[in-house]
């Protein structure tokens, strides 16, 4: 089975901080918000072994991009992703409930 580096974009670290900054401070979880970086970090390991055997995206605007997605084990949340040769780099993160299309542009 192939495996895959993964790299963490800046977009999606930022992405992550701010959903477990809103958890924490706004909703007044911090619990929540250890959860959620601990999938995360479940997902992201995860992807080093199906990065490239997922399904190709229903979503015009991913494939026009040359983005996955692969959700959250979880919780309600997903990662965008490309591949370049042997190595994965997750993109964005985005809650399953927004539209991440339009942010995408």
């Given at each position: 089975?192939?495996?895959y580096?993964v790299?963490?974009?800046d977009?999606?670290?930022?992405d992550?901080?701010?959903?477990?900054?809103y958890?924490k401070?706004?909703k007044?979880?911090?619990?929540a918000?250890k959860?959620i970086a601990?999938?995360?970090?479940?997902t992201?390991?995860?992807?080093?072994?199906?990065?490239?055997?997922?399904?190709?995206?229903?979503s015009d605007?991913?494939?026009?991009?040359?983005?996955?997605r692969?959700n959250?084990?979880?919780?309600?949340?997903?990662?965008?992703?490309?591949?370049?040769?042997k190595?994965?780099?997750?993109?964005?993160?985005?809650h399953?409930?927004?539209n991440?299309?339009?942010?995408?542009?």
């Amino acid at each position: 089975m192939k495996t895959y580096r993964v790299f963490i974009t800046d977009d999606a670290k930022a992405d992550l901080r701010r959903y477990t900054d809103y958890l924490k401070k706004i909703k007044n979880s911090p619990q929540a918000a250890k959860n959620i970086a601990s999938d995360f970090r479940e997902t992201r390991k995860k992807l080093e072994n199906v990065a490239g055997i997922l399904n190709e995206p229903a979503s015009d605007v991913l494939k026009s991009k040359g983005l996955k997605r692969i959700n959250f084990l979880k919780h309600d949340y997903f990662m965008l992703y490309y591949i370049d040769g042997k190595n994965a780099f997750i993109t964005n993160i985005f809650h399953a409930l927004e539209n991440f299309e339009n942010k995408l542009g």
